[in-house]
């Protein structure tokens, strides 16, 4: 019943499922959909909070921003009990059809970080679960949120000299949307024996202003807001169709 040193957390405040937002503000929010939330932990960027959704228990603990921190959450996850991880986080469109506030359900990713190739070769494919996916795909469908469904690129800086070039080149090449954290979950989930998956909520359209994008997240503005709830409401549906399997 060893204490994890990063998430502070223990066994006895496992479950089967856990939600990963990035940002510690988001589990506040999700906290509102659970019936009975009890705040756990908050040690540097792993707020965690416990509680049941339509009967389900459901961990949330935010990871912070980037593979680093995500994979630290990834291993502690899983030694407290962990079997099923859902990433609810955020995405620039790289596809001018995405619009602001629809959900990315995430196939694979592009592994351009290089949290998951300190674990294992770069040839090794980062893609979802497919369970996962396929239950994420019928609730959405089901309760009809605008979504896509496709591939996306994790990175490690949004402030690099060839952003513009970049984008372009992993556009032109079909990827849908760019992030920084779901690369390693799926690399280093598949290595673990873990389900994944991961769903992006579009805050930037594509060759749109990055700071302005990330702004109008942080105000709530409405669309990137109703993504927000969308991306959580969907995550936790399929968490209760997961359970019910």
């Known amino acids: 019943m060893d204490k994890q040193p990063h998430i502070q957390l223990t066994t ?3 479950a089967g499922y856990a939600l990963l937002p990035g940002d ?8 509102k959909f659970l019936t009975d939330p009890v705040e756990i932990a908050y040690n540097r960027e792993y707020r965690s909070v416990k509680g049941t959704y339509k009967g389900v228990p459901v961990l949330v603990v935010s990871t912070g ?4 921190s995500t994979a630290i959450a990834i291993e ?3 030694r407290i009990g962990v079997h099923t991880l859902i990433r609810i986080g955020s995405s620039g469109a790289l596809q001018p059809f995405l ?6 359900l995430c196939e694979g990713a592009i592994r351009d970080e290089g949290t998951s190739k300190a674990y294992i070769s770069s040839t090794y494919p980062a893609v979802s679960d497919h369970t996962v996916l396929t239950h994420l ?4 469908e089901a309760v009809t949120v605008r979504h896509h469904v496709g591939v996306v690129r994790s990175h490690d800086s949004f402030y690099t000299d060839e952003e513009e070039a970049i984008d372009s080149y992993w556009s032109k090449k079909g990827v849908i949307g760019s992030d920084m954290e779901t690369a390693a979950l799926f690399t280093l989930a598949r290595l673990r024996g873990l389900r994944a998956a991961s769903i992006l909520n579009v805050v930037v359209p594509y060759a749109g202003d990055l700071q302005a994008g990330i702004n109008q997240l942080q105000s709530g503005e409405l669309l990137t807001a109703k993504g927000e709830q969308n991306e959580i409401k969907l995550a ?7 359970d019910n399997e």
């Open 236 to 242: 936790l549906e399929t968490i209760v169709s997961l």
């Open 24 to 31: 510690p503000d988001r589990v506040s929010r999700v906290k």
């Open 76 to 78: 502690e996850l899983k």
């Open 137 to 140: 795909r019928k609730q959405a």
């Open 12 to 14: 006895m405040d496992g």
């Open 99 to 104: 619009k602001m506030g629809d959900l990315i």
């Open 65 to 68: 921003i980037g593979g680093p």
